[in-house]
C-alpha cells in the first residue's frame, strides 16, 4: 500500500489502519484489543467493523501494507542496480544486501512480519485464497515474483550455474528461505544469544550468497559427482568463512565484490 493509495481511503479507515499498525508492530496481534485501535484511531470498534470484519481481517490488511513497502523498496533497488550493471548476479545480490538492510532498520516491521505472517501462513489451508473478499497475501506474492523474476534472469543468463547443479526453483526457494531465516534469526538471537548464538552479519550473508551465483570448480565438481552418484541436481555451496556482528550491519554498491 503506498501513501497515495492510503489517502484514497476514508479518513476512518486510514486512521484504522494506521493505529492498527502503529499498535501492531509495537504489541504484536494478540496483544491488541480491538478497543486500543479503536482509541488511537479516534473512532469505536464499531466503526472498526464498518471497513474490516474482525481483527484478523485488519491484521491482514496491514500484513499486505507492510509487504508492500518491502517490495516498493525493492523495486528502486532493482531499477538502481540494473543501471550499474548488465549481470543479473549482481541486480539479485545487491537485493539481497538491500533487504537484509532494510529488515535491520525497520525492526519492528520485520519482527512482525516474521513473526504474525508466518503464523497466519502456517494456518492457511490453501482452499480459499481471499481473505473476505480481498486476495491473501496479494503484496507477498508480489515480493516473491520479483525474487523468482530476478532468479530467473539469472540462470537464463549463466547456463553454468546449471551445470554446477543450481536450478531456477532451487535459486528463488534459497532466497526467500535465506532472507526468511536469517532475520528470524536475527530475533532468535536477540532473545537467546546462549541458545541460538551470534547474530549472522549482513556481510557474512552476502558472502555466502555470492558462493552461491559465483561456484568455483571445486562446486562444480562436487556438484556433478553428487549427480553422477544419485542423480541429485542441488550442490552445497562452501560456506564463507568470518565472526558475527554484535547488530546486522552492512554496506556496499553494485558491483563486483570477487
Same mark, same amino acid.
Given at each position: 500500500m503506498t501513501d497515495q493509495q492510503l489517502a484514497e481511503r476514508s479518513d476512518v479507515e486510514a486512521r484504522v489502519l494506521r493505529a492498527a499498525r502503529k499498535l501492531f508492530l509495537k504489541r504484536g496481534v494478540s496483544k491488541t484489543p480491538l478497543r486500543a485501535i479503536a482509541a488511537e484511531a479516534g473512532t469505536s470498534e464499531s466503526g472498526i467493523l464498518r471497513f474490516f470484519r474482525d481483527k484478523e481481517d485488519l491484521a491482514q490488511a496491514v500484513i499486505d501494507?507492510?509487504?508492500?513497502? !518491502? /517490495?516498493?523498496?525493492?523495486?528502486?533497488?532493482?531499477?538502481?542496480?540494473?543501471?550499474? %550493471?548488465?549481470?543479473?548476479?549482481?541486480?539479485?545480490?545487491? !537485493? /539481497?544486501?538491500?533487504?537484509?538492510?532494510?529488515?535491520?532498520?525497520?525492526?519492528?516491521? %520485520?519482527?512482525?512480519?516474521?513473526g504474525h505472517f508466518s503464523y497466519n501462513l502456517s494456518g492457511w489451508s490453501g482452499g480459499d485464497d481471499r481473505s473476505h473478499g480481498r486476495p491473501r497475501f496479494k503484496a507477498y506474492c508480489e515480493y516473491r515474483s520479483l525474487v523468482e523474476n530476478l532468479c530467473g534472469a539469472v540462470i537464463a543468463a549463466h547456463p553454468e550455474l546449471v551445470d554446477a547443479g543450481l536450478t531456477h526453483r532451487a535459486l528463488c526457494h534459497f532466497v526467500l528461505s535465506m532472507l526468511y531465516g536469517i532475520t528470524g534469526g536475527w530475533f532468535l538471537s536477540e532473545c537467546s544469544p546462549s541458545v541460538h548464538g551470534p547474530m549472522l552479519g549482513i556481510d557474512e550473508a552476502v558472502a555466502l550468497f555470492r558462493k552461491v551465483v559465483y561456484p568455483d570448480e571445486e562446486c562444480r565438481a562436487l556438484a556433478q559427482a553428487l549427480a553422477a552418484c544419485d542423480g541429485s541436481d542441488l550442490s552445497e555451496p562452501e560456506a564463507a568463512q568470518g565472526s558475527?556482528?554484535?547488530?546486522?550491519s552492512g554496506g556496499g554498491t553494485t558491483g563486483s565484490r570477487g
Open positions: 501494507w507492510c509487504w508492500s513497502d !518491502v /517490495v516498493n523498496g525493492l523495486k528502486r533497488v532493482v531499477k538502481s542496480a540494473s543501471k550499474q %550493471t548488465d549481470d543479473p548476479r549482481e541486480v539479485l545480490i545487491e !537485493v /539481497v544486501r538491500r533487504a537484509l538492510e532494510n529488515a535491520a532498520a525497520e525492526r519492528e516491521r %520485520t519482527r512482525f512480519l516474521v558475527g556482528t554484535p547488530y546486522p
